[in-house]
């Protein structure tokens, strides 16, 4: 299967980290957030990716500039006006032809099995499956055997379970002649009048392995500790990931580094410098006699004194 991965977004919540970069191009231990979504989608045979891009798009030529990722073709579709959700599915349909395909957050780290959600989709006939689990955030999907019945309550007050949304779902061709053209939607009324029409939304409850949602600063930085060494294990990388201090990063000897740190390539810790709980993208600078807490430094920037809780 093809799979669509939404690259887009403005990542407002995580100013001012996503200033000068798309939020799904921000490092977790030096790994853009958006090679999750590719690794777990290869993990689960995805073929090929379409990525949507619209803020800071030259950025990611980071990706682009090697060509395939891990031999898969990177196809990506520019929007000069954020379409939102319906509209960018819209707009990549000629990259994705008609057959079944992912659709998939760009923002969401996952390592739960797919495999058995896509062949269920692709036995069920439903124009879209929604990957769902029974807890980890807002639980806005009513769904009753297998199929959703609302999404916020929209169409009626039920006592249908209720369940989050991954940001993750399974997609018929035929979605696209029920999304209008040109337009600026979200997929959510689209998927409100298929209720209403009473064209199935499946529903696929997975509550296994990881799901994490890196909405914000402090999310970002929880997903730091969870997949710190030691840590969760996501089964579709190498065994060497993460690695605390990434290459060919220095650290002065006399420095500290406590808690959950990452040190992107090529930074530069100081000499008695203390870090704790702080992450480095590449080619940051901790100047010497620093002591930061909680703080994240950007890539190309010179961070010095005290601070905690400062992205620099």
Not at 254 to 275: F, W
Request: net charge neutral; with cysteine; proline share 7%.
């Amino acid at each position: 299967m093809k799979a669509f991965v939404l690259g887009a977004g403005l990542g407002t919540r995580l100013r001012p980290l996503t200033e000068r970069r798309p939020k799904p191009l921000v490092p977790i231990y030096g790994k853009p957030l958006i090679t999750f979504a590719f690794d777990h989608l290869i993990a689960n045979g995805a073929a090929s990716f379409v990525i949507n891009t619209h803020h800071c798009p030259e950025a990611y030529e980071s990706l682009r500039g090697g060509g395939p990722y891990r031999g898969h073709p990177l196809t990506f579709q520019h929007e000069p006006v954020l379409l939102d959700t319906g509209g960018g599915i819209k707009n990549v349909g000629r990259l994705i032809g008609n057959e079944p395909f992912v659709v998939y957050n760009g923002d969401v780290l996952a390592d739960f099995p797919l495999r058995p959600a896509i062949t269920s989709h692709l036995a069920s006939g439903n124009i879209a499956t929604l990957i769902l689990r029974s807890s980890g955030g807002p639980l806005h999907v009513q769904c009753r055997d297998g199929r959703v019945s609302d999404i916020r309550n929209v169409i009626r007050n039920s006592n249908d379970p209720s369940f989050l949304f991954t940001g993750i779902s399974l997609l018929s061709p035929e979605i696209f002649r029920h999304i209008p053209a040109g337009e600026i939607v979200s997929i959510l009324p689209v998927y409100l009048s298929l209720i209403r029409a009473g064209i199935a939304i499946g529903g696929t409850v997975v509550d296994d392995g990881l799901w994490f949602d890196i909405g914000t600063r402090d999310a970002y930085l929880g997903a730091h500790a969870l997949l710190q060494p030691g840590g969760h294990r996501l089964s579709y990388l190498p065994d060497d990931w993460p690695q605390r201090v990434q290459k060919p990063a220095e650290v002065a000897p006399s420095a500290q580094v406590k808690g959950v740190c990452s040190i992107g390539r090529a930074s530069q810790v100081g000499t008695g410098a203390l870090l704790e709980d702080c992450v480095l993208w590449e080619n940051a600078t901790v100047l010497p006699g620093a002591r930061l807490t909680r703080c994240v430094i950007r890539d190309g920037i010179a961070a010095g004194g005290t601070a905690f809780g400062v992205d620099f």
